[in-house]
């Protein structure tokens, strides 16, 4: 297909009408989205109480094509009766993630079991208590629990609470696979694992960094934001071994000027060799000081480790420097007497920086070159990880995570008179071992696809076929379905964000609270995520009479998500105004995160400084090639909504893009089938895509199917997966 010159556009414009015309019309599409409900895809700047497509500020339109997609799933019909008498889980795993989405909303619970091969649907009261025996009859920690970061916090402290309150701490939210490098290089830094700002500090920056990230096509709303910061005189340089055609011009479909004549949004644009990221900003940060251009007075009263820091960069030559990064030093001084010039500058990064084996180490290095200059701790300036699902935030928050933060486990135990579990949880590449090794036995997915977010695609299915019960909350059907399949498998059909029956709250990737209404069901049949995990918890408390701490909550009453709300107004420190927000709809920021004072929550109250040794350069032998993961314009995470890759101009899902000179090197043509060898697996009939804008050496392969190839290297801090820099090689065939 044709590549497009622009991002956004008329393009969007038309696809808004498509979308309009699938579930519709155009009034009912715009009540459905003008609906005072959180925007279900990301995190930034996304609607709430304020009403649909409005921001926190308050700022209308803000709407993107991840918003109309999302919500045109959602408005689908139902999936038909004869789907599962017609399509075997055989069947349904040649189907594309684009078919299965595309199926319809699940409307009733269906049960898998390896015996019969397929889905048969049955009803509410016998899925659950087919669930509920599984849970009641295993030791606790022979299960585990997944949170995807579309569900409501409610949703996410209620099940993490059934979970521990069973006894596990083998909880996980799906940042372990994408942003929890972030979270933890963060914490090691500034001591929050959150954003530094607040959205309206972007209106005052006049420099962003935008690092290993393609917000065009996965955070358009951003997109509007760089424009104005170009607008106002500012800079956008872009740190990208992939040249995104968004990043480079986009046409912001809401502002006249730009629709039509379009905005140019990178000043600079610098391509490093996938895994190059922390050689290049340990190289930005090095000029920065040759420059003179450090913060000294900041750094003495308010950092520690400068002297370290310093040290290390004036250590590390120039030559290494270049060489592991990929980048001309004379690129890398433009970018450092940029940043030299700016006055409020804004770092921000996607999961280019933290699907690496030294992911934390990427993030801390970005906090370096963000400290050195005082641009942490003060307004219009500050670190801004980008984050994808729209309350993966929250449900961390919320106590989705392994370890319970002490103030949470010490108000949980006093508050409710129970005794925790305090055997260590397992993370999520650590619950896929112990279920290949027998040692889990169940697991439940509050939304998401876990098979599809797991790296080494092959021993994902293992880990999961080798588990007695698998339990899917889910509105659509995904991957997952199909080849996560446990002995026997149940998938609870749960009500969209916007058809809740009562109000639920999200957190933007800004810290800030946002309500959602809720409203009428569409269909008959799925139930809210919070009556659903109530009711389960219910029958296993029944079950489980002898256990104390299950019969501390009154759990029917939990069905009304303002008694979560309550609770967790009590519990979680920072969310004390959400006990009764759904009678105040007052949304609010959670203090103690954003800093526009040098006054960080460590224990001397400095930011820490992190010196590093930069790591080897992987796929430098001869046949090899760096390979990076990536999204199309058309999908969402592992929800994939259109087949074809409109900004990039390729047609088809199976690919690999590959430079010109690479091609050549290896013996290859444009449109040739290859066989692609990575460190999990193979993936045959893939096409070679001959591709101007890669930087030589690397190579691109859409996620979710190139998992197949992704080993299980993970990065030792965070354990977030390496999904970038997978090294491979190519056969005929």
Known sequence: MRKVKTGGGWPAVWYTWRKAREVGGIRKLWKAMRARNACKTCALGMGGQKGGMVNEQGAFPEVCKKSLQAMAADMQGAVKPEFWGRFAAREMRAMSPRELEHSGRLVEPVLFTAESGRYAPLGWDEALDR???????????????????????????????FARLLGTNNVNNCSYYCHQASGVG???????????????????????????????????????????????????????????????????????????????????????????????????AKRVVELGA???????????????????????PWEEITA??????????????????????????????????????????IANLALVRGMVGRPGAGLMPIRGHSNVQGIGSMGVTPLLRQAVFDRLQSHLGVTLPTTPGLDTMACMDAAIAGRVRAGLCLGGNLYGSNPDAAYARRALENLDQITYLSTTLNT????????????????????????????????YVRVSDGGPRRLAGPRSEVEV???????????????????????????????????????????????????????????????????????????????HTLPELKGQAPGELRVMTIRSEGQFNTVVYEDHDLYRGV????????????????????????????????????????????????AAMYYPEANVLVGREVDPQSRTPAFKGVVVTLSRG
Not at 131 to 145: I, N, Y
Not at 578 to 607: N, S, V, W
């Open 533 to 611: 995990i109530a009711d389960l918890a219910a029958r296993v408390a029944t079950r489980q009479a002898a256990n104390k701490n299950l019969a501390a909550v009154d759990w029917p009453a939990m069905r009304d998500t303002g008694k979560v709300q309550a609770a967790i107004g009590k519990i979680v420190p920072g969310f004390e105004s959400l006990a009764d927000i759904a009678q105040t709809k007052q949304e609010f920021q959670i203090p103690g995160r954003t800093f526009h004072t040098p006054k960080f929550p460590t224990p001397d109250g400095r930011a820490r400084l992190h010196p």
């Open 324 to 365: 592991k990064s990929g980048v001309p030093k004379e690129q890398l001084d433009q970018a450092a007497q940029a940043y030299a010039a700016s006055k409020r500058a804004v770092f921000s990064w996607t999961m280019g920086i933290t699907h690496h084996a030294h992911g934390v180490l990427n993030v801390q290095a």
């Open 131 to 161: 669930v509920a025996d599984t849970l009641a009859s295993l030791p606790a920690d022979e299960t585990f629990w997944y949170f995807s970061g579309r569900s409501s916090n409610e949703a996410g402290f209620l099940l993490q609470l």
């Open 186 to 284: 963060l914490t090691s830094a500034t001591g929050s694992g959150t954003a530094t700002i607040t959205l309206e500090d972007l209106d005052t920056a006049d420099l962003v960094f935008v690092i290993g990230g393609n917000p065009a096509s996965n955070h358009p709303r951003l997109m509007r934001t760089l424009m104005q910061v170009r607008r106002r005189g500012g800079q956008v340089i872009v740190v990208n071994p992939l040249v995104e055609t968004g990043l480079v011009n986009f046409s912001v479909p809401s502002d006249p000027w730009s629709l039509v004549f379009g905005s140019k949004i990178a000043s600079q644009y610098v391509q490093p060799h996938i895994g190059g990221d922390l050689a290049l900003l340990t190289g930005v």
């Open 480 to 511: 997952g379905h199909a080849h996560g399949l446990a002995r026997e498998t149940v998938i609870l059909p749960v009500l969209a964000r916007d058809e809740e029956p009562h109000p639920t709250t999200q957190e933007s990737m800004f810290n």
């Open 294 to 316: 450090q913060d000294e007075a900041f750094l003495a009263a308010h950092t520690s480790g400068w002297p370290e820091l310093r040290a290390s960069l004036e250590a590390t």
């Open 651 to 698: 047609d088809g899902r199976r690919v690999i893009l590959i430079a010109p000179d690479d091609l050549r090197r290896l013996g290859y043509s444009a449109g040739d089938q290859v066989t692609v060898h990575g460190p999990a697996g193979k993936m045959d009939l893939v096409t070679a895509i001959e591709f101007q804008q890669l930087r030589p050496g690397n």
